[in-house]
């Protein structure tokens, strides 16, 4: 029987899942969860009840349930030990889960959904005020981020090392938000040069937005790699 991940084609923490999943080879169904249609699925009894913070991801192994994606890719970490998600070493493996939590704990929750909704429909914040208070912690996250990685021996090919892993796992959902924001990504080349690794590879090319079963537009432009 098929594992089940509950997605949303445009979630970044759906999409963290999805590459997890594509790099470990584990074969899963995806269950659609449209976030803005009538007023969001995520809200309905029915999948209220299988997840009362009514977010994506939810994945579900068997009788048992997992929320929050870095949880599930730990867990499926745990259960399918290749490819290695995390270093080896626990001072590295502290250090990419440091890293990774920079981005989907501090970045991306700022920038969810249902914050950008809430400033513009109980708020009264304009579109434009919207988009400038977004691209200003996508900013400020992504500085963070280049001067950290830019500087630490520990990055290779990919954000830790040669081998994609945790931290890449959580950087190319957060490109991909960049890039629709229209940041302008010349000002972190380190990132960038890790994100067109990653986007080489099938795992992570499979989980991006336009190839999911309900995706309703293309990925974000891509500048060609300098």
Sequence with gaps: MKTQLYSFWRSSAAFRVRIALNLKGLDYEVI?????????EQVSPDYANKNPNRLVPLY???SHTIHQSLAIIEYLNEIQANPPLLPQTAIDRAWVRAVAMDIAMDIHPLNNLRVLRY?????????DAKDTWSQHWMTLGLESLEKRL????RVGRFSYGDQAGLIDICLVPQVFN???AKIDTKAYPTL???????MKLP???DASWEKQIDAEGL???IPPQE
Excluded at 33 to 39: A, D, F, Q
Excluded at 150 to 153: I, P, Q, R, V
């Design 119 to 127: 400033l513009i429909k109980t708020l009264g914040v304009s579109s």
């Design 150 to 153: 830019s500087t630490d021996a």
């Design 178 to 180: 960049a890039l629709s």
């Design 60 to 62: 579900t192994d068997g």
């Design 32 to 40: 659609p969860v449209h976030l803005v249609k009538n007023g969001g």
């Design 219 to 221: 990925n974000p432009p």
């Design 192 to 198: 960038m040069k890790i994100f067109y690794e990653c």
């Design 203 to 205: 795992a992570f090319i």
